[in-house]
């Protein structure tokens, strides 16, 4: 038997984790000859949601779950974690700024990543799902400065699927004929689903969607509103495919990207494409099976750069409103 992995998990009773916990606990991410240490972090209130999870866990027997630990203790649920999937975060509610869930959610995010420097394994990796994602990432990652920059990740995988999936509708195509799109910049409204640089079945998307009025309206607006669309429809928010996202992302990253693809996930810029150094912003990126590496000379038209600059702009503004939780 292989030493377990140990995965780390926030917000672990929450509607993203009863879907996650699930498929990582069967071998579906990590291979089937992988055992997993789950450890799963929730805040008081959750606790007894948790062990319900806990307990539905354990009676699906799953032969490769070697432990379950669940706790409101920082240090003990990032305890030597391999991965560190921060899910859990606090939802805006009526009335609120940005600014103020900002704040409110930064802070958790300071404790997470301390606790992840004191206590997590030496080769941690660490995606943040828990909104406003990229924002929390960077504070994460600015308070565990021992961490390499490499090894911090915000979820865009659930647009970059989102977009495909708009875009394989849209050409009467199947979704996997969908290569190389890219989400540029944050994780909200503003976000910039590239179609300039898609392809379908290996040709430009124009080949076969030739209507550019969707293109640059409809396609980009429905793929930034998506998650309000499915509120609005079910009630709550995005899980099952959120989950499923995140699930994406740990295992693009755990393997190689084909050469002729890429995959989007937000990482620490290291100032390409003019992005300021640090700032956590998604781009194309391949993995080499241990690192995401961005994608280098990938052409925008002054429309794509416009829509790019427009959400980096959101990413600076949000970047000076929690300031004061960022070391220096
Ligand atoms: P839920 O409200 O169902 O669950 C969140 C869980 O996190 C709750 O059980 C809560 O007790 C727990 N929690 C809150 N603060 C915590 C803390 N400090 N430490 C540990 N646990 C804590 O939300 P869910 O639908 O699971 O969504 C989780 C997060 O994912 C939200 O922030 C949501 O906005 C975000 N999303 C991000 C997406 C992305 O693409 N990056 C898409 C889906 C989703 O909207």
Redesign the pocket.
């Known amino acids: 038997m292989k030493t377990p992995i140990v995965v780390s998990i926030?917000?672990?009773?929450?509607?993203?984790?009863?879907s996650l916990l699930p498929r990582i606990a069967s071998g579906l991410v990590f291979g089937s000859d992988q055992p997993v240490s789950l450890r799963l972090?929730?805040?008081e209130?959750?606790m007894k949601?948790?062990a319900g999870v806990v307990m539905e866990l354990n009676d699906c027997a799953f032969p490769l779950l070697e432990s379950i630990e669940a706790t409101?203790d920082l240090d003990t649920g990032f305890d030597g974690a391999n991965w560190a999937l921060l899910?859990?975060?606090?939802?805006r509610k009526a009335g609120m700024e940005r600014k103020d869930l900002l704040g409110i959610?930064g802070k958790?995010f300071v404790g997470?990543g301390q606790a992840i420097e004191r206590s997590a394994a030496d080769d941690v990796r660490v995606l943040?799902?828990?909104?406003p994602?990229n924002t929390n990432c960077l504070i994460a990652m600015k308070n565990a400065p021992g961490i390499p920059a490499e090894r911090w990740h915000?979820?865009?995988?659930?647009?970059e699927n989102r977009a495909k999936s708009a875009l394989a509708e849209k050409a009467g195509c199947h979704n996997r004929d969908v290569t190389r799109l890219a989400i540029w910049g944050n994780?909200s409204s503003t976000l910039y689903p590239d179609f300039e640089n898609a392809l379908i079945n290996g040709e430009p998307v124009s080949k076969s969607i030739p209507d550019t009025a969707w293109l640059e309206g409809d396609f980009i607006k429905n793929v930034q509103q998506r998650?309000a669309a499915i509120i609005a429809a079910r009630g709550?928010?995005?899980?099952a495919s959120?989950a499923h996202?995140a699930l994406d992302t740990v295992m693009t990253l755990n393997s190689v990207t084909p050469a002729d693809d890429w995959h989007s996930v937000a990482v620490a810029s290291d100032g390409s494409y003019g992005v300021e150094e640090g700032l956590v912003c998604s781009f194309p990126t391949r993995s080499n099976s241990h690192k995401a590496s961005i994608v280098q000379g990938v052409p925008m038209s002054e429309f794509g750069k416009s829509k790019f600059q427009l959400t980096v702009n959101e990413l600076l503004e949000e970047k000076s409103m929690v300031s004061d939780l960022l070391p220096k």
Do not use: F, K, W
Request: aromatic share 2%; hydrophobic share 45%.
């Open positions: 926030t917000g672990a009773a929450g509607q993203i984790g009863y972090i929730e805040i209130p959750g949601a948790l409101s899910v859990g975060s606090v939802p959610n958790i997470q943040v799902v828990g909104n994602c915000a979820m865009t995988r659930l647009d994780h998650g709550l928010s995005s899980a959120a996202a």
